[in-house]
């Protein structure tokens, strides 16, 4: 059973530029939540998706968009890059009527430069 | 104030010891509550949710007071492989689990 699969693991862009990540839910997960770790810091909310809809956000800028297909499955758009928005980006997934455990993927590496 | 505030580490212990992480937030409709495990350069792990009565999961136990807004963790006779991130978590709102607000986290290494 596949667990939640991100990619690419690891990328480098410049100022302005834009990326798109990849995120594949755990089998059986419906959910699909992003998430910014900065170095040292815990991971910020970024946004929730379900049934191809963004049903939560967080405190992020409309730079920050993404997508939900119908095989569950998820990208997250990043435009117009920030020195600031290198971090490392997780995804996880979950049942939606599940209030247990979250499953991340190892997330997607992003330097800015 | 911060949503979710943990102590600052890193803690530093020997094998065998007992350590205690503390944990406070400031959301008091937060309905649910948690401690992940982050090792380096590794994603959040689930260790163990956080009820109300207390729960106990082998050497970890984990505490919450709703009325001080406070969460704990205490790890008994520490063995090397705890040292990690432990990361104190609360749900944002109501609803499914995607909006989790995590603390910095604490940082403990246990040496032999």
């Known amino acids: 059973d596949a667990g939640v699969t991100q990619s690419p693991t690891h990328l480098i862009k410049t100022r302005g530029q834009q990326v798109t990540l990849r995120c594949s839910p755990k089998?059986?997960?419906?959910?699909v939540s992003w998430y910014q770790q900065a170095l040292g810091q815990g991971p910020q909310f970024i946004f929730q998706?379900?049934?191809?809809?963004?049903?939560q956000r967080g405190n992020f800028p409309d730079r920050f968009s993404g997508h939900q297909f119908p095989n569950y499955s998820s990208e997250l758009n990043v435009n117009a890059l920030l020195l600031g928005d290198s971090a490392l980006y997780l995804c996880a997934s979950s049942l939606d009527r599940d209030t247990g455990e979250l499953f991340f993927g190892e997330g997607s590496r992003l330097t800015v430069l | 104030r911060k949503e979710v505030e943990q102590d600052p580490g890193p803690f530093n212990v020997p094998e065998g010891a007992t350590v205690a992480f503390n944990c406070t937030y400031s959301?008091?409709?937060?309905?649910?509550f948690f401690w992940y495990r982050q090792d380096c350069r590794k994603e959040p792990k689930l260790l163990m949710s956080?009820?109300?009565s207390g729960n106990e999961d082998g050497r970890f136990t984990a505490q919450l007071n709703r009325a001080s807004q406070y969460i704990s963790l205490l790890i008994r006779d520490s063995k090397l492989s705890d040292s990690a991130t432990y990361l104190c978590v609360v749900n944002g709102w109501t609803g499914s689990q995607g909006n989790l607000i995590f603390g910095k986290g604490t940082k403990l290494s246990v040496k032999p």
């Open positions: 089998s059986g997960h419906d959910t």
């Open positions: 959301n008091s409709a937060s309905q649910s």
């Open positions: 998706y379900y049934e191809e809809e963004e049903r």
């Open positions: 956080v009820y109300s």
